[in-house]
Each structure stands twice: as structure tokens, then as C-alpha cells.
């Protein structure tokens, strides 16, 4: 277990400091920021999918009363340096790039594709503007799936590319697969595709940028998930030093990948506030949100699986197309990440994995919580199907195949130990916890009635963050970092990268630094959202528990020391004979002589030491992670699917997870479910739906459906005993598994609701039409 | 996504509304409730050089009864009909489709009249009106006009009502005793439009039915009435193979359209799901309300 | 430009706006109410619910010259001086939320909701709050937060409920 003191707040649902202004109406998000003198842009948008501009005229734009600039793609390539996607920049990628300026100037690629940027007294006028700026364009083909990518001849959307392939084939082996397919007793083959959705956050895009001509700093204010990779993009993109970028970020209302770095839209308004010596509002609005943002997920999988008459899964060859959407941004590096995680908890003897990344005149393909989720719906998908080959029960098959927990840990054939794994523990708790074979009598006599239940299985394994990384490997996302400070009224300071939207950080982060420091949750401040104030950080791939918990209990531990040494002076005792509790330094076993550490704070800041002390009190902090750990779990869903309608109802759900240790179980548990929505949501409702031409179809909440209150159950949620692997930081990240999980939890429940007409999936969005035509298919 | 300009107008009178109306015929497009307007103004679908609002014009609010028969203003919101305990009473199909409009704050703004002069075949009330043959009375500088619904609704978002006419009021029959309702949706979600929704009526005297009325939502550009089940629902009893027959008969005579939620296969098949189980629901519910 | 006059929070406040702005962009930018956000501007996400004469409206499909003469309460008014009414208490109490973007629609419904139907039980909340949308909780805390304000609601009023 942890070795965190006292242990008051850890552990436990404390409630949330954020909810105080959220709750009042007081948040500050970023469309609530005015600036005096603040203008408004609006975005000219391609309605082409793939086109030549001929011609922008803005005159009649520019005449309008209230119109204070129109800034064409061309006007914008002269005031910025053209250069890669901010995120893509930082995790490199490797392969052909892109090339294209910042807003269109002579090709549009996209329906949706900003042309120009009108910037007005009001968003209003800004949007009257945009229909008065007259643009020729010429109609291209459109490229609009990642069959016609693959082709060679077809147009290519990126003209330095020449075709439109960004991400060649490449193949990867690990194990025998040769001689593991040639052994194995039988070759199951599928076809797996996995549909386009997206983050849609509840807020969009968006952000005021306010250039300073005198100091000649460029002020962004933000929605983010880490101000410093903003500040780089933005920087590079205005050709300026990163010094004179400061970012700030309130309150965000969500993203889910989405919001990292800066979006084309966003350096263009920055370049226009330093253009007009005014500062610019730029909120994207739902159908922007919807069409432009980015979308994800769009892959399909070849798959051929060696298995045996038992049911032992001993290799799998998997070739993937992924298609990327025009102006690629991280699609190209999922495939890498999907081959490494494949495996999963399984004991895999070898895998056989090919990818190809295509470009295509669409949304471009962004991180969306847990971007590599396919590999676990295929994994699931396949261990289902071949289970309903070999008449094996879901729970069966899955325990057979799970690596022992062995030590020293078993090794995924892509590289990665098994560290405390825990999936085994969460199926047979799992199976505890839903009464399979009572279900099975419920599903029996509901079919003799005409009702259809099914019952689905799933586990998923997440690095969140993973296993330690071999040494010196981890680059500036192998640690966080922390600044801690003793204030002079007593409040104790943590200054951290992380840039919390929804996850609670200022919560969570400040529990742990009260009880590792011995002040009371109300005398901790977290402190986000200010590059001139915050080291580097961002957050993201759930790593948050764990490398910021972990940074929080250390940089804590270093402070108090600090403290202590200044205390010990104050008190006349040794460092070692005091400790802090409720604010207060005290020495052991002798209440009287307590000092609140504020007294402390005031007396080193006083001057009255020499030299020879330490009176900064203040550290800096960092951490790697520690011994690291997988997060992981498995889902059970019960469905009923009514066969006349296609309209299925998620009856039940239940969760067995293993986060380690939990720091704000409240927390944790809504991290979980609100990812088992969105994936429910991604099984029946939502979906990111192009014509033939290229035009988006799912522009408006009216045809991209979120699920509501009434799709989503009650979720049971069981938390499995730790396996501590770290003497002190064993907080995991839960931000993306319920994701990640529950599409095949949910499609695998369809799939043995259905069992009586059949029906096998290979898909993971099922909406009620297409339900029926599975249904029909099998008659 | 901000509304465009416009020139709004905001009449004291139903006169003077009219007035305006005569003067800038379809440059002028009506705002009551504007849960269906307001949307296609902020997309900027919707350009009316004039808007007139008539939220003001108390006078064309209200519920009444006389002979037989219903009266509901246009400007009626819908919470207040659904709240109404005469419409409940007295137009029960009526009341069984309110509730699944939208949500609660649409049918807070909302307004009979505004829904069924903006006829969204996939809307509910204009399935209602169609099954209950109501009667759609206008008013311009000419006079009154009452329009029966078969010829209210011609097609996508129109109705037969000139742009110099302004709804006023609506009126539907009393239901008869021995009537049973069931207003039932295939959505994708609860409170969306539907794919195929049914208004279903059956009224039994002595165990036989006297009167079916089955209209639906959802399946062509203006609610449809299935005329041909009907008539062979009357002076039947009831049963699952009857009803079964009336569904094959219902769903045979549509050719819905295909569209992102749905294709026209899959309309039908629902279709006929709907009135099975519509026909059994308002059955149920004939009894229920003896 | 039109002059209005709304009584917002109990208070009249005035502006001169143009015909064309929503209720929710007079609240936000003209009477700088920013608590209440705007998610869709098409009535479908309810982040911009408030309360219109007692009844949930979605103010970004009200033009804000109709709300002239009218009562409205926004997500602010439930809590004047920053100290947490009733309803945001047993939200906060039961971790309702976690971005906070959607919060001020749910908290507005749900309160305009209680205030008709004190007695609802978890499956009326349920449906109650299906008009309005979050993307980060899964919904089951925010129906918990006011399940929970109804129970306390009965307690205060001595019901037997």
C-alpha cells in the first residue's frame, strides 16, 4: 500500500474545490473572456470537399459597417511561417508531411475548409461578413473513402504528396507467426471495421488572442490540454520566440483529445490580433465543431487468427487501414500504437501487424480518448467469435487465454511485462458480480416469449502510464514536473502543467500534497493555466494519476523538509522531532509548541536567516512515473434488442476495474462512466456521416446523436484490490478505458442477443436500421 | 451559427398582424413559438426579410369546447395543452402525443399552431390532427377560412394556408365514449423526431370497433393516414390477427424516404411493427378509459 | 435597435439590442451573466436553459426582445453572494459534474422541474433531464444530485415523501 501520511483525504470523495464557481455560475471559460477593444472572427468555410480557389474577392465583406478586416488564406500566408500541426510537431511521426498553408489559398480540401477569416465588431456582423466574401472555386474529385485513397491514380489531396498514401505499408512480425499459423489446429479470417466518430465536447473550440505591440507579446487565451504546447505552436507559427507567448487557460469545458496544441483557426486569429494591434475572439460554433474540428476512429482490419481446438488464441496477423482526413495531425502514429497494445492481457505467441495511413478529403483524424481503442474491439471482437466457433462460454475463453501473473512478469510479444495485471481477478469478480447462469434461464425464457436479451463480455488492459520506461527514454512526456511553494500565508502552491477539464486536478492533486504535507484540503491551491507561472506538462493519455500524483506526493515530501529545516531554527529542535498536522508545526509529543506554518513561511521570508539557510521555500519537482502500471478491467453489458425496431436498451452494466490506488474514488468513477457512454454512444448512436461528394452529413446535434440520460444505465462499478508496485505512487489513470472497452462490451451483447437469427458483427456501429438488415441477412 | 438581419414587427392585434401579413406576404415568415424557426434562422436556412411576432396576441390562446367539438388557439403553448385537463378529457390522442414533443423547454415556447403551420411530417401533432380530421381555421383581410387537414398538409414544411393567412385557432372532434388512444414513436432517442411514429384511434361499442383512425409520422413528406387498414378495422373485432392484417395492409401502402436515421425498408418494417402494437395499446387503452 | 427592459435574477436590468440576439447572448455578452453557455444554438444540447415566467426555455432559441417585461433566472440567481443554493449543493455533494459546461442547463431544468414535481421519483428526474447533454459524466451523478435535492426538499418541508 502507499506510504502517503496521515491519509485523510486519499482515498476518499472529497468534494470538489471547482465546484464551487461552476456550480455559482461563476466558471471562467474561454467565451466568457472580454478584453477591452475585443473583436470577433468568423471563418469562410469551403462548401467544396475538394476544390481549386480561383478567386477571393472581399471587397463587398470589407464594406460592410462593423467589418474591421478580412484576411484571406493568401494575406495569412504572408504574415505567418508556414509549419507542421503543433502536437504533430511534438511526437514527431516519421513519414511524408504535408504540405499546406494555414488557411486555404489555392486548394480547399474539406468541406468545411477555412478560406478566409472575416473579423468584426461582433460575431453577428463577423457572420455577415462571410456572406458577402465572394470566392470562385473549381470542382475536384473528391476523395472520400480510404478504398479510393489507396489507389494510386486517384486525385491526390496534398499535391507535394502525390498520392495519397502519407502512411506506406509497413509490416511488423513478432514471435513465429509463420510457424504458429502453420501449427495451429484451425484459421479463423475477419474483416473488422470500425466506424468515424468523434470528441464532441460540450464546448467547441475556441480562443481570444490579444497581441501587445508594445511588449510585443502575443497573449492567448485558451482551451487547452497544455498551455506550453500551445505557447510552441503559436510561437512557431507567428515566427516569434516562445518567450513572448504567454497562454492562459480558466475552466475548459471538455475535450477528449481534442483541444491540444492550436488548430489552424486558432493560429490564424493570433496572427490576426498581431495584424490588427487588437485582440480577437474566435469561438467555433456546433456546426463548425461538428464538421471541421476533427473526427476519429475511421480503421478497418483484416485479421487472420491461429487458434486452437480449445480455444488457445496463439497468433494473430492483423493488416489496417487507417483513414486520416486531410491536414493529418496524429493519424499516422495510432497504427504503432494499436500494433503495440494488440496483444493485450493475452498470451499471444506471435503477431503479424501491417498498416497503411491514407488521406482523404474529410475531418482530420484527431486524438479522441484512448485513440487506440480498435485494438482492443478487435481483440474482443475475435476472442467473441471464435468462442461461438468453438462453443466456448465468453468468461471461458477469456480466463484460458489471459497470461499468468507471474514474476517476474509475463511479457507482451510486442515488448511490454504484464506488470500487475490484474485481468484475471477482474473476470472471475466480474462473473461474481453478474450471475451468468441466472441470466441464462432470464435470456431462454424471454425468447420462448418473443423478447431478445443478450449478454456481452470485454477486459481491456491501458497504460496509464505503463510500466517503467527503459532508462532515459521518456522525452518531455516521461515525467511531470511540479513547482511547490510555502506561502506566506500558509497556503501551500502547486504549480503544475496539468490542465484539468473535468478530471478534478485542482481536487485531487491538492488531497494528496494536504495529507503528504499535513495542512488541511482548504490550505492547498492548485495552481493551472498560466505558461509564465507552470512548468511543462499537458494532460492527456491518462498519466495525470500517476505521474502528476506522483510528482505531488514527492515535490510535497522535498517542501516539508524544507520546512521543517527552517522550522527546526524557529523551535530550537531538531527537524527530525517535528511534524505537521492541521497546518500546524509541532513538535512530537508537545502540542504547545505548535507554529502554523504560516508563521514559518513569514519568518524565512523575513530575511532574519543568513546565507548558509535555505529559506526558499520552494522546490521544484519531477517524476518518471515510478515502477509506472497498467490500469485495466472488464465490462459486462446486458441488452435487449427489439428485433422489430433494431432499437436496443443497455439494461445493465457492470464494470471490475483496477486503478491501483484511488485518490478521489468520486472522481474515478466518473471518469469511468462517462467513457462507457460515449462508447455506448458510439455503438448505437453516433456517427460521422459523408455522402458521396464528400458533403457532412451529421452537422447538427439533430443527426450526430449523444446519448442522454435515458441511453445510459445505472453503472455498477467494482474496484479490485491494488497490486502495489511502487512503494509510494500507485495512483493509475482511468481517464480512457471505459472508451476504450465498452464498444465491444455493448456490440458484443447485440451480437448473443441476436444468437437465435444467427448474426455475427464485424462492426462496431449499430444503429436500429442496420440492426434489422443483420436480422434479414441470416433469414 | 447567428441569426441573420431581419425587420421585426411585433402586432398588438390579430388585425394588425394581418395586416402586415397582406403587406409583405412571403417576405414575411410568423414567430411564435420559434423552436422550429429560430434553428433555421441561426443556420440561416430560414431569410425572412420580416419577422412578425405574434407571442403578444393573447386572443389566439386558449382551449374551449362547443358542440361537439374543440376549440384550441394557435398560439396555445403546448405545455398548457398538455397540462389541460379538457384536452385530456376531450381530445385524449391529443394528450397522448404531447408529452413526446422534444422536451419540457420546447414545449414550454412551443405552439400547437406554430407546429402544425410548420408541418414536420416527422412531428407529432401533424399525425394527430391528420388522424382526427381537424379542422385548421384561417384569417386574412378576406375573412375566415376553415381548411380540412387532409388538404392542410401538401407537402415538405407546406401547407395549403397563403402567406396573407395566419392560423387562428384549430378544432378537433370530441373523442366519442368507447374511444381508445395510443400515440406510439420509433426515435432514436426519447424526445427526438421520429422515424415512424403512429397516431392510432379505435372506437368500440360492444366489443366491435366503430371507428379506426391511424396516421402516421415520419413516412412521406406530410402525415398519412392508412385508410385502407382503417377500413378494414371497422366493425371488426379486435384481435392479434386483425391487427397483424391491418399492419401488412398500413405498411403496404407507404414508400417512405430513406435518409441518415433510416432507409425505406426499414420505415416500413416499422411501420407495421407500430400499428400492431398501436392498434393493441389503444385497445388497452379503450378499456382503460371505460 | 430595440430598448428592453428583463427582470433577471429579480432584478430589471436594461439594454438597447437588436431584434436578431438571442436571450442567451444578451445574458452573456450584454449583461455579463456568463454562467449560462451556449452549446449548440440550435435547442437541442439545453446548456442554455433557464427559467422564463417559472417554466425551462432554452435562450438560445428566445429572441432576447421577447423576453421583455418577462421573469428570468439564471444559474447565478440560485446562489447570490457565491454561497450555493439548495439544488447546486446536492449536485456538489453528490460530484454531479466534471467540466462544468453542461451544469448550468441541468441545474436550471432540474430546478424548474422540482419546483413542479417536488415528489419525482429517479425514473421522472431521469426523463426530466433527457433534454439536456453531457459528454463527460455518464449522467447517473447528475440524476444522483438531484434525486438527492428532491429527498432534502421533502425533508426541509416535513412531507411524508
Known amino acids: ?779 | 451559427m447567428k441569426l441573420p438581419e431581419f425587420e421585426y414587427q411585433v402586432p398588438a392585434t390579430v388585425a394588425e398582424a394581418i395586416g402586415l401579413l397582406a403587406q409583405h406576404q412571403d417576405e414575411a415568415s410568423l414567430l411564435a413559438g420559434g423552436q422550429s424557426l429560430i434553428p433555421l434562422l441561426a443556420m440561416r436556412l430560414a431569410r425572412p426579410a420580416v419577422l412578425i411576432d405574434i407571442n403578444g396576441l393573447d386572443d389566439l390562446s386558449g382551449v374551449s369546447v362547443t358542440d361537439g367539438r374543440v376549440t384550441i388557439g394557435a398560439l396555445t403553448r403546448e405545455y398548457m395543452a398538455e397540462e389541460s385537463e379538457t384536452v385530456a378529457e376531450t381530445v385524449p390522442l391529443l394528450a397522448a402525443a404531447l408529452p413526446l414533443i422534444g422536451h419540457e423547454a420546447i414545449r414550454s415556447r412551443g405552439t400547437l399552431g406554430g407546429s402544425l403551420a410548420h408541418a414536420d411530417p416527422a412531428a407529432e401533432l401533424p399525425a394527430v390532427a391528420r388522424a382526427l380530421d381537424a379542422e385548421f381555421v384561417v384569417r386574412s383581410e378576406s375573412g375566415e377560412r376553415v381548411i380540412p387537414a387532409a388538404e392542410w398538409f401538401e407537402g415538405y414544411l407546406t401547407t395549403s394556408r397563403r402567406p396573407e393567412e395566419i392560423l387562428v385557432e384549430v378544432r378537433f372532434p370530441v373523442a366519442e365514449p368507447g374511444t381508445g388512444v395510443a400515440f406510439q414513436e420509433v426515435a432514436r432517442r426519447h424526445g427526438d423526431f421520429a422515424m415512424v411514429g403512429l397516431a392510432a384511434s379505435l372506437t368500440l361499442a360492444d366489443g366491435t370497433i366503430t371507428d379506426a383512425r391511424l396516421a402516421f409520422s415520419g413516412v412521406a413528406d406530410v402525415p398519412v393516414r392508412a385508410v385502407e387498414a382503417e377500413s378494414l378495422l371497422r366493425g371488426q373485432q379486435p384481435s392479434a390477427e386483425l391487427f397483424a392484417e391491418a399492419a401488412s395492409r398500413a405498411a403496404g401502402q407507404l414508400d417512405p424516404p430513406a435518409d441518415l436515421h433510416g432507409s425505406s425498408d426499414y420505415r416500413k418494417k416499422v411501420a407495421a411493427a407500430l400499428v400492431r402494437r398501436g392498434l393493441q395499446a389503444a385497445a388497452d387503452n379503450a378499456h382503460e378509459r371505460q | 435597435m430595440i430598448d428592453i427592459t428583463v427582470t433577471v435574477n429579480g432584478a430589471p436590468r436594461s439594454s438597447a439590442v437588436e431584434a436578431r440576439r438571442t436571450l442567451a447572448d444578451f445574458l452573456r455578452d450584454d449583461l455579463d451573466l456568463t454562467g449560462t453557455h451556449v452549446g449548440c444554438e440550435h435547442g437541442v444540447c439545453g446548456a442554455c436553459t433557464v427559467i422564463v415566467d417559472g417554466r425551462p426555455v432554452r435562450s438560445c432559441l428566445m429572441l432576447a426582445v421577447q423576453a421583455a417585461g418577462h421573469e428570468v433566472t439564471t444559474i447565478e440567481g440560485l446562489s447570490p453572494d457565491g454561497v450555493l443554493g439548495p439544488l447546486p449543493q446536492a449536485m456538489r455533494d453528490s460530484h454531479s459534474f466534471q467540466c462544468g459546461f453542461c451544469t448550468p442547463g441541468f441545474v436550471m431544468q432540474a430546478t424548474a422541474f422540482l419546483g413542479a414535481h417536488p415528489d419525482a421519483g429517479e425514473q421522472a428526474i431521469r426523463e426530466a433531464l433527457s433534454g439536456n447533454i453531457c459528454r463527460c459524466t455518464g449522467y447517473q451523478s447528475i440524476i444522483d444530485g438531484v434525486v438527492l435535492a428532491a429527498e432534502r426538499g421533502r425533508a426541509d418541508v416535513g412531507s411524508d415523501g
Not at chain 1, 465583406?61 to 504574415?79: F, K, N, Q, W, Y
Not at chain 1, 508594445?214 to 490540454?225: C, E, F, K, R
Not at chain 1, 475572439?281 to 487472420?304: C, H, M, P, Y
Not at chain 1, 487458434?307 to 488464441?313: A, I
Request: charged share 20%; net charge negative; proline share 6%.
Open chain 1, 1 to 779: 500500500m502507499t506510504q502517503i501520511a496521515a491519509q485523510r483525504y486519499t482515498g476518499s470523495s472529497v468534494k470538489r474545490s471547482e465546484d464551487l464557481r461552476i456550480l455559482a455560475g461563476a466558471g471562467r471559460y474561454v467565451d466568457d473572456v472580454k478584453l477591452p477593444g475585443m473583436l470577433h472572427a468568423a471563418f469562410l468555410r469551403s462548401p467544396l470537399a475538394h476544390g481549386r480557389v480561383l478567386a477571393v474577392d472581399a471587397s463587398a465583406a470589407r464594406a460592410l459597417p462593423g467589418i474591421v478586416a478580412v484576411l484571406t488564406g493568401t494575406d495569412l500566408d504572408d504574415m505567418t511561417v508556414r509549419g507542421p500541426d503543433p502536437l504533430l510537431a511534438m511526437i514527431g511521426g516519421g513519414g511524408p508531411t504535408a504540405e499546406y498553408s494555414l488557411l486555404a489559398t489555392d486548394t480547399v480540401r474539406l468541406v468545411g475548409d477555412p478560406v478566409a477569416v472575416v473579423i468584426a465588431e461582433s460575431r453577428y456582423l463577423a457572420e455577415d461578413g462571410c456572406e458577402l466574401v465572394e470566392v470562385d472555386y473549381e470542382d475536384l474529385p473528391p476523395v472520400v473513402s480510404a478504398a479510393a485513397a489507396l489507389d494510386v491514380g486517384s486525385p491526390p489531396v496534398f499535391a507535394n504528396l502525390g498520392n495519397n498514401i502519407i502512411g506506406p505499408h509497413k509490416r511488423s512480425e513478432f514471435g513465429d507467426v509463420a510457424g504458429v499459423f502453420a501449427a495451429a489446429d484451425r484459421i479463423a479470417e475477419f474483416h473488422l471495421d470500425v466506424h468515424r466518430h468523434q470528441n464532441v465536447p460540450m464546448e467547441g473550440r475556441g480562443c481570444v488572442a490579444s497581441y501587445d505591440a508594445d511588449s510585443g507579446i502575443l497573449t492567448m487565451y485558451a482551451a487547452t490540454q497544455g498551455v506550453h504546447i500551445t505557447r510552441m505552436g503559436v510561437a512557431a507559427c507567428l515566427g516569434i520566440d516562445p518567450a513572448r507567448v504567454r497562454v492562459l487557460a480558466g475552466d475548459i469545458g471538455g475535450s477528449f483529445g481534442l483541444k491540444i496544441g492550436a488548430s489552424r483557426e486558432e493560429l490564424a486569429v493570433a496572427a490576426a490580433s498581431r495584424a490588427l494591434g487588437r485582440p480577437v475572439k474566435w469561438i467555433e460554433d456546433r456546426s463548425e465543431n461538428l464538421t471541421v474540428s476533427g473526427q476519429a476512429r475511421e480503421e478497418s482490419f483484416d485479421v487472420r487468427a491461429a487458434v486452437s481446438d480449445s480455444g488457445d488464441l496463439l497468433g494473430l496477423d492483423v493488416s489496417m487501414v487507417i483513414d486520416t482526413g486531410a491536414y493529418p495531425v496524429m493519424g499516422t502514429m495510432v497504427p504503432s500504437i494499436i500494433e503495440a497494445m494488440l496483444p493485450g492481457p493475452y498470451r499471444l505467441a506471435a503477431l503479424g501487424f501491417e498498416s497503411t495511413a491514407v488521406v482523404t478529403n474529410k475531418a482530420s483524424y484527431v486524438a479522441y480518448r484512448g485513440p487506440w481503442a480498435s485494438e482492443t474491439f478487435v481483440r474482443e471482437r475475435v476472442i467473441d467469435l471464435i468462442a461461438k466457433d468453438l462453443g466456448l462460454d465468453p468468461f471461458e475463453i477469456r480466463l484460458r487465454n489471459v497470461a499468468p501473473r507471474t514474476s517476474p512478469p509475463a511479457m507482451m510479444i510486442t515488448g511490454r511485462p504484464l506488470t500487475g495485471v490484474t485481468t484475471r481477478e477482474s473476470l472471475e469478480r466480474l462473473a461474481q458480480l453478474v450471475d451468468v447462469p441466472a441470466f441464462r434461464h432470464r435470456q431462454a425464457a424471454e425468447r420462448a416469449r418473443g423478447r431478445y436479451l443478450g449478454i456481452g463480455v470485454a477486459t481491456f488492459i491501458e497504460a496509464a502510464p505503463g510500466p517503467r520506461a527503459p532508462e532515459g527514454s521518456g522525452g518531455p512526456l516521461g515525467q511531470e514536473s511540479m513547482r511547490l511553494r510555502l506561502a506566506e500565508d500558509g497556503i501551500v502552491l502547486l504549480f503544475t502543467g496539468q490542465m484539468p477539464h473535468g478530471q478534478g486536478h485542482q481536487t485531487t492533486l491538492a488531497q494528496i500534497a494536504a495529507d503528504e504535507f499535513g495542512v488541511p484540503f482548504e490550505q492547498v491551491r492548485v495552481v493551472v493555466g498560466d505558461s509564465e507561472a507552470v512548468p511543462f506538462g499537458f494532460t492527456g493519455g491518462s498519466r495525470s494519476a500517476t505521474m502528476t500524483g506522483g510528482v505531488t506526493l514527492h515535490g510535497a515530501r522535498q517542501l516539508k523538509a524544507k520546512v521543517l529545516d527552517v522550522a527546526a531554527l524557529l523551535l530550537e529542535a531538531s527537524a527530525l522531532d517535528l511534524e505537521i498536522t492541521d497546518g500546524q508545526v509541532v513538535v512530537r509529543g508537545d502540542p504547545d509548541t505548535a507554529i502554523p506554518v504560516a508563521e514559518v513561511a513569514r519568518q524565512a521570508a523575513s530575511g532574519r536567516f543568513g546565507a548558509d539557510v535555505d529559506a526558499n521555500l520552494e522546490v521544484e519537482a519531477t517524476f518518471d512515473g515510478g515502477e509506472g502500471g497498467w490500469s485495466g478491467g472488464s465490462h459486462c453489458a446486458i441488452v435487449e434488442v427489439d428485433v422489430e425496431t433494431g432499437l436496443v436498451k443497455v439494461e445493465r452494466y457492470v464494470a471490475a476495474e483496477d486503478c491501483g490506488a484511488l485518490i478521489n474514488p468520486a472522481v474515478v468513477e466518473g471518469q469511468i462512466r462517462g467513457g462507457i457512454a460515449q462508447g455506448i454512444g458510439a455503438v448505437l448512436l453516433e456517427r460521422s456521416a459523408y455522402d458521396r461528394d464528400g458533403n457532412y452529413q451529421s452537422a447538427t446535434f439533430m443527426d450526430y446523436l449523444l446519448p442522454t440520460a435515458c441511453d445510459i444505465p445505472r453503472i455498477e462499478i467494482e474496484h479490485l484490490e491494488t497490486v502495489p508496485l511502487d512503494a509510494d505512487v500507485n495512483f493509475r489513470g482511468v481517464g480512457e478505458g471505459g472508451m476504450i472497452v465498452a464498444p465491444p462490451t455493448v456490440v458484443s451483447a447485440i451480437e448473443d442477443a441476436l444468437a437465435p437469427f444467427g448474426v455475427r458483427i464485424y462492426e462496431q456501429h449499430l444503429p436500429p436500421a442496420r440492426i434489422l438488415e443483420l436480422i434479414a441477412q441470416q433469414a
